[in-house]
């Protein structure tokens, strides 16, 4: 058996994360991490939830959970992440990233302990998004700079990141497909007199409110017509679905920091 801990156990993420590994053949649920002072820490995890207890006591102590797991599951918060990541290798414990919201020296330090352990990070760990990823590189390529693109992304009033990971994530596969940096072409969210719009800017949008899981639209818009891709989550227990298969295709992986396409068979980051 896969055992699995999960960081950020009372999050939105952490609850499907815990009906995802109870699903997920193979896995069993091995420790329930919360920050120090959570009102969850010392209580059964079940009755936490709302439920019957389960005999696993949510815990802060981050040693005690990494020793008794083979990978930890975290959708959390860019620091925590990142002090996890180093814990986890140093432990031997693989780690399945969803948290978003990274700037470059959280992505630097990354890459540095991926050197030692063994990382899948997505911004999005859904198969539907993950594909898009891939047409739209190939859509941004096929069409040439005269196609504007535009990224649209819709969230819930709560998402504390934007744009969000799933943007980035399309973001730099247009741009990949253009063959331009995302650093350098990228406008996000425009205000005022801002004059007409940069040639080949890759424009980002985000909408906060109510309930939205999680909607992606990547707009180009050509001469005489638009091409749209959309994607839509209407659960968010896809992306835990998603992060169960990452954490068992992690087992017996070289170090390294893979990305949902390399679990998905889509090709790599
Ligand atoms: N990659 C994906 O597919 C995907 C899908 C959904 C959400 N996300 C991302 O996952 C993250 C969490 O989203 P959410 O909606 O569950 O948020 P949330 O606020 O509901 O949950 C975050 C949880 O992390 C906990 N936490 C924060 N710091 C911690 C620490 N140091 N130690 C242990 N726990 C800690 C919080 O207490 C909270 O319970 C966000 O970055 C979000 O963008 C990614
Ligand atoms: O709810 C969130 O927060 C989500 N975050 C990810 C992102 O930033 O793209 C994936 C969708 C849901």
Do not use: C
């Amino acid at each position: 058996m896969r055992k699995i801990a999960v960081f950020g156990v009372s999050g939105r993420m952490g609850q499907m994360l815990v009906q995802a590994t109870d699903e997920q053949p193979g896995a069993v649920l091995a420790a329930a991490v919360e920050r120090a002072g959570h009102g969850w820490i010392g209580q059964d995890l079940g009755q936490a939830m709302g439920g019957a207890a389960r005999g696993l006591v949510v815990t802060d102590d981050i040693d005690a959970a990494l020793a008794a797991s083979d990978v930890v599951i975290d959708f959390t918060a860019p620091d925590a992440t990142v002090a996890l990541a180093a814990r986890a290798a140093q432990a031997g414990v693989a780690h399945v990233i969803g948290t978003t919201g990274f700037d470059d020296s959280h992505l630097a330090a990354l890459a540095e302990i991926a050197t030692r352990g063994h990382i899948v990070r997505a911004g999005n760990m859904s198969l539907g998004v993950n594909l898009l990823v891939t047409l739209a590189r190939q859509v941004a390529s096929a069409l040439g700079a005269e196609y504007d693109i535009e990224i649209i992304e819709a969230h819930h009033r709560h998402k504390v990141d934007a744009p969000s990971g799933t943007a980035l994530m399309l973001g730099q596969a247009v741009a990949e497909g253009r063959g331009v940096s995302l650093a350098d072409m990228a406008d996000r969210g425009r205000d005022g007199m801002t004059g007409a719009r940069r040639d080949g800017a890759i424009g980002f949008h985000a909408i906060r409110g109510g309930d939205f899981i999680g909607e992606h639209d990547v707009i180009f818009a050509g001469p005489g017509e638009r091409v749209t891709l959309r994607h839509v989550a209407s659960d968010r227990a896809l992306f835990a679905r998603g992060a169960l298969r990452a954490a068992m295709w992690l087992e017996g992986r070289a170090p390294g920091e893979y990305s949902m396409l390399d679990v998905l068979g889509l090709g790599g980051r």
